[in-house]
């Protein structure tokens, strides 16, 4: 079975907004590294609407590096109440959202590799409320950011366990949870 991981970028405060403001002075190869591998163990990533009409202003112009490519390559599943754009940034599929749980746990038994939550949100809310999240990988960065998007909201609250951390050089710490059912 597939692995659902969401993975965050996060201030010290916990806010998650405009990590590019933020994160990029506090990034190194080692950080870079763990990007990558954490990248290409994944051939899908799920998004939610917003998140996806985001990363698809910018990732489709992105390519010449493994990197860039690989996630330009796989498909991208984008939960949607709402019409999207799907020609933007493809492969793309889009999840109705009252179709969000059947789908998901439909994709986790199919073969391949893990799938990848870019951001947490009310996706990643609902996919730990109901059994299909299994890991939270956040990256804190050594920033006060003072206000923004929180990490967490009330709709969040579940028990969590932790089973890794990293300290990277930089000051950044990878924090690896999963949820306990």
Do not use: C
């Not at 692995?3 to 990590?19: C, E, M, R, V």
């Not at 599929?93 to 009252?98: A, D, L, R, T």
């Not at 590799?113 to 809310?125: F, H, M, V």
Request: without cysteine; aromatic residues 8%.
């Amino acid at each position: 079975m597939r692995k659902i991981i969401a993975s965050t970028h996060a201030t010290l405060d916990g806010f998650i907004d405009n990590p590019h403001e933020w994160s990029t002075q506090h990034s190194d190869k080692e950080t870079e590294s763990y990007a990558i591998t954490m990248t290409m163990a994944a051939d899908a990533l799920l998004l939610g609407r917003v998140t996806y009409e985001g990363m698809a202003q910018a990732w489709p112009n992105m390519s010449g590096d493994a990197f860039a490519d690989h996630v330009n390559a796989i498909t991208k599943y984008v939960v949607a109440s709402q019409p999207v754009d799907t020609d933007v940034w493809s492969p793309t599929v889009v999840i109705p959202g009252e179709d969000l749980l059947a789908r998901v746990a439909e994709l986790k038994n199919q073969p391949g590799g893990d799938i990848l939550i870019w951001g947490n949100g009310r996706l990643t809310d609902a996919l730990a409320k109901a059994g299909l999240l299994d890991e939270y990988q956040i990256l804190i960065y050594p920033v006060l950011k003072g206000a923004g998007e929180p990490l967490f909201r009330k709709e969040s609250a579940t028990p969590v366990e932790l089973v890794g951390s990293t300290t990277f050089a930089t000051g950044a710490i990878l924090l690896t949870y999963q949820p306990t059912r």
